[in-house]
């Protein structure tokens, strides 16, 4: 049996009928950049999240730069983050000119460990950008916290946790901005790059906005450098079509993990994702943990069973960072991760036999 760790087509199925004539219709009004139908999408995801204000950009590594900018951070100052965590998010805080410095994570959540943060706090401290890593809030009252005791802006990194909860509110709604992600491969995906902003604040709103096109508030007016950071109308269509269905494949997801979780109950070897007490999960990915990890994924292979490593390699180790002095042991509980997490395949329409099958070959190889 083949098993892909994510296949988009029978999602593609269910919204194809929906969908053909969105993309149609953009096509014969010929007006491809922003415009009406990225306007309609912010609506409603502003509506979605509840997030006062939703700005379509042109991916989440623009959204996370263009937040960035917005708080007018740049050289000198200093972000902090995790080192667990997609390339975007440090490498955003870097491409404005700041330094990113490095808090370890907690080691049963991979979220950044609050507990680690008030010692890395300076004087040239101006953000924290914490990532709701592979679709779980971070302990986001410690973090807000943080933040209001010391006056510093928060930057939610939302790009892989569409829809999850902290409570009863959603991510990337706690900080001054949330960044999210329309990539395929995101709970949300459109046919190509995209992303989101979300804020409550109508002044970080409106320079934004302005950022996204070079910085103007009027068309060739420009109060600032900014960036092309727009969103195409046709993928604001793909994402207003695809909406509604995300709430079931969320569930469809957190049913899978639910699956998983009983098959790996009597398997101490495999640690299963921990789920915060506070968070509704979103499962952007089911990421397991083991001491045989390369061994399983070698095996997961042989068999067709897709998997994946996120992330090999933390980013205090990448070589483009080396200016920032880190050696391996730095942080541990990072380094521990990127040794021994695999994500399984987890998308909605996994077939529960597939899944048994992924589950039995995992328990069959690691006992
Ligand atoms: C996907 C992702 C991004 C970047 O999003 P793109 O749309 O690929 O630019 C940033 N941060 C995290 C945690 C992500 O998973």
């Given at each position: 049996m083949n098993v892909s760790l994510l296949d988009l087509k029978p999602q593609y199925a269910q919204y194809k009928d929906?969908?053909?004539?969105?993309?149609?219709?953009?096509?014969?009004?010929?007006?491809?950049?922003?415009?009406?139908?990225?306007?309609?999408?912010?609506?409603?995801?502003?509506?979605?999240?509840?997030?006062k204000y939703?700005?379509?950009?042109?991916?989440?590594?623009?959204?996370?730069?263009?937040?960035?900018?917005?708080?007018?951070?740049?050289?000198?100052?200093?972000?902090?983050?995790?080192?667990?965590?997609?390339?975007?998010?440090?490498?955003?805080?870097?491409?404005?000119?700041?330094?990113?410095v490095f808090v370890d994570i907690d080691p049963d959540t991979y979220n950044i460990d609050p507990s680690k943060i008030e010692k890395a706090i300076s004087k040239r401290t101006k953000a924290i950008m914490p990532v709701?890593?592979?679709?779980?809030?971070?302990?986001?009252?410690?973090?807000?916290?943080?933040?209001?005791?010391?006056?510093?802006?928060?930057?939610?990194?939302?790009?892989?946790?569409?829809?999850?909860k902290y409570g009863d509110r959603q991510a990337g709604t706690f900080g001054d901005i949330g960044g999210f992600s329309f990539f395929p491969s995101k709970n949300l995906g459109c046919f190509g790059d995209g992303g989101l902003l979300t804020t409550n604040d109508q002044t970080l709103y409106k320079r934004m906005k302005a950022l996204r096109v070079h910085g103007a508030e009027r068309q060739y007016h420009h109060i600032e450098v900014g960036l092309n950071g727009r969103l195409d109308a046709l993928q604001a269509a793909v994402v207003s079509v695809k909406l509604p269905f995300l709430k079931g494949w969320?569930?469809?997801?957190?049913?899978?993990?639910?699956?998983?979780?009983?098959?790996?109950?009597?398997?101490?070897?495999?640690?299963?994702?921990?789920?915060?007490?506070?968070?509704?999960?979103?499962?952007?990915?089911?990421v397991i943990s083991l001491d045989r990890r390369d061994e399983l994924k070698e095996h997961l292979t042989e068999k067709h069973i897709g998997c994946a490593i996120y992330y090999p390699l933390p980013l205090h180790l990448q070589e483009c960072f080396s200016y920032l002095g880190h050696r391996e042991g730095d942080f541990p509980a990072s380094e521990a991760a990127a040794k021994r997490t695999l994500a399984i395949p987890i998308y909605a329409e996994l077939p529960a036999g597939a899944l048994e099958h992924v589950a039995q070959t995992i328990n069959a190889f690691i006992c």
């Open positions: 929906k969908v053909i004539p969105e993309i149609m219709e953009v096509i014969e009004n010929q007006a491809f950049i922003l415009g009406f139908k990225v306007e309609k999408m912010e609506k409603e995801l502003a509506e979605y999240t509840g997030a939703a700005l379509g950009v042109s991916s989440g590594t623009d959204a996370l730069l263009i937040a960035l900018m917005s708080l007018g951070i740049g050289h000198g100052d200093e972000v902090i983050t995790t080192p667990y965590t997609f390339f975007a998010t440090a490498g955003s805080i870097h491409r404005v000119g700041a330094r990113p709701h890593l592979y679709g779980q809030c971070c302990d986001l009252d410690a973090i807000m916290s943080i933040a209001k005791k010391h006056d510093l802006k928060v930057i939610e990194d939302a790009c892989q946790s569409i829809g999850a969320t569930e469809g997801r957190r049913r899978n993990a639910d699956r998983y979780d009983h098959f790996f109950q009597g398997n101490s070897k495999v640690k299963t994702p921990v789920r915060s007490g506070n968070c509704r999960h979103i499962f952007n990915q089911y």
